[in-house]
């Protein structure tokens, strides 16, 4: 369990980075031509399965490392069967999204529809479907071979030899090789802070009245990354369109904005803000009856849950769409793209903060069931004697 928020976490470091940079790349021009378009696909390819592979190991490493702080010790056993899930699960999950996220956004320009609307939203939702597929089918694979002594190594020594070959065709576009020596520390800390929401899930998963939190966590995570993704995407297409890396629009010069002028303005990215604000309580409240229809005995099924889980959802990604403003502004004030550089930060504080909302809403549900069942006991106690 404290692999999966990394794991479906990494599409937000890797794909919906990878949408937003083709999607910026389509609103400028830079894939009108065939030969142009070549390059830059095959190195935004090249580069997320670099990415995938040496970031797929790290989140293995760091969820055995969380995991025997957490319970005092180390098994050994399980370190390859991790390693191997965890590098196989980013690299095929990388692949096949990778490849979608190029359909779509040549698609959608050849339609003349803004991928920015399109190719983050569904890198997120497919991301988070395709990963969690692939983990278990692997898992399952590995787990089933888990007597092969060479099998599991193997694997990681295979995925990690077809790294160079990668890293040579991701340099032939030169803001690729930039990002490939300089765009490691975001995706890194990004699965750094998602290892500590998988954290929180593997430690309160067990607890009776956690109970269900598995089921909700990559919806409320999911639901908050789409989210402020896109408006990530919006912003970062905006600014490239409409200014240079380095100086921020006279409109946009604030560093910290007033959240109100974040979410009331008139501004193109404040309009946007709000439409996506007042997308999560409907969205939430569809998954909330798909889960009950489907897995409705094994989920907390009262309205102060339902309130509180909203309420959770709403706060989530108010505070990340604040924080896609901010960020934007200062990662572009310091000539970086938004594209590379916020949306992994963003994706793994959704994680975060989701998981967390989720721990809250479901200790805060079971304290009010508790005191009132307690005073269903105690009432016929106290009563007046007959």
Request: charged residues 10%.
């Given at each position: ?40 696909i095959s190195s935004n390819l090249a580069l ?117 070959m990668w890293v040579l065709i991701a340099k ?169 550089h916020c949306i992994p930060y963003l994706t ?39």
């Amino acid at each position: 369990m404290t692999l999966v928020p990394p794991l479906v976490g990494l599409k937000g470091n890797l794909e919906m980075t990878l949408a937003s940079r083709l999607s910026t790349a389509a609103n400028t021009g830079q894939i009108d031509d065939p030969q142009e378009q070549h390059r830059v696909i095959s190195s935004n390819l090249a580069l997320i399965q670099v990415q995938a592979t040496v970031v797929g190991l790290l989140a293995a490493l760091v969820a055995l490392l969380l995991g025997a702080l957490s319970s005092g010790e180390l098994d050994v056993a399980k370190v390859e069967l991790l390693c191997a899930s965890s590098v196989s699960t980013a690299f095929l999950a990388a692949f096949a999204l990778g490849m979608l996220m190029v359909c779509i956004v040549i698609g959608a320009r050849k339609l003349g529809v803004n991928p920015d609307n399109i190719a983050t939203p569904i890198a997120a939702s497919l991301g988070d479907l395709i990963t969690l597929s692939i983990l278990a089918f692997v898992s399952s694979f590995f787990h089933k071979h888990k007597d092969s002594l060479y099998l599991t190594p193997l694997v990681c020594i295979g995925f990690m030899a077809l790294t160079p070959m990668w890293v040579l065709i991701a340099k032939q576009n030169p803001p690729i090789t930039k990002i490939l020596k300089f765009g490691w520390f975001p995706i890194i800390l990004a699965m750094m802070i998602s290892s500590i929401g998988g954290l929180i899930l593997n430690k309160t998963i067990s607890e009776e009245q956690y109970k269900g939190m598995a089921i909700f966590t990559p919806i409320i995570c999911g639901v908050g990354g789409n989210l402020v993704a896109i408006q990530t995407s919006r912003i970062s297409t905006y600014l490239h369109m409409w200014s240079t890396p380095g100086v921020l629009p006279l409109w946009m010069k604030k560093f910290w904005p007033n959240p109100c002028s974040t979410f009331c303005a008139s501004e193109i990215n404040s309009i946007s803000a709000r439409v996506l604000l007042f997308l999560v309580i409907p969205g939430h409240l569809i998954f909330l009856y798909v889960i009950y229809l489907v897995e409705g005995h094994s989920v907390p099924n009262s309205k102060t849950f339902v309130v509180f889980y909203l309420l959770a959802g709403l706060i989530q990604v108010t505070i990340l769409l604040y924080l896609a403003e901010v960020m934007a502004r200062l990662t572009w004030h310091q000539a970086l793209d938004p594209d590379n550089h916020c949306i992994p930060y963003l994706t793994a504080l959704g994680d975060l903060l989701g998981t967390g909302l989720l721990a809250l809403c479901f200790l805060i549900t079971w304290l009010l069931r508790s005191e009132v069942e307690l005073d269903g006991i105690l009432e016929p106690v106290s009563g007046p004697p007959q």
